[in-house]
């Protein structure tokens, strides 16, 4: 595993989001009031750069000629195709079985950073070797 910088935690928390490239993989890092999640920016759906479409709230599941609002600020919605995902879980609204890739997160000192997995070996090489 490898750790990288990406945002200092006040100025994630001021701007709610950032977008950052990390070892050629782009990255979107958000701040969900006081929780701060990392995404793949690439939709399930696509190949769409998900993570710089709207966040909102939606409508929420209620009894008829009901209408209920929540999730407000933890609904992404995709750019291209208006697909929404929880931002807490990655997980779309429409089918829970459908996710975004998702990176772990540490914060340190007041700096935010993504943990992303080693590279793995091509097959029939030693890892570290070319």
Do not use: Q
Not at 17 to 31: C, D, H, S
Not at 53 to 66: D, F, H, K, M
């Amino acid at each position: 595993m490898s750790r990288h910088r990406v945002a200092g935690l006040d100025e994630l928390a001021e701007a709610g989001r950032k977008v950052v490239t990390v070892r050629g993989l782009e990255i979107g890092v958000f701040w969900l009031d006081g929780e701060v999640r990392a995404w793949r920016n690439v939709c399930p759906h696509a190949a769409a750069p998900v993570c710089l479409g709207t966040i909102s709230g939606t409508a929420l599941p209620s009894g008829v000629y009901e209408y209920s609002y929540g999730l407000e600020r933890r609904v992404l919605r995709c750019p291209w195709h208006g697909w929404e995902f929880d931002l807490l879980t990655g997980a779309s609204l429409a089918d829970p079985g459908v996710r975004l890739k998702g990176y772990d997160v540490e914060i340190e000192g007041g700096d935010v950073f993504v943990v992303l997995p080693n590279r793995a070996a091509r097959p029939g090489h030693a890892s570290g070797t070319r």
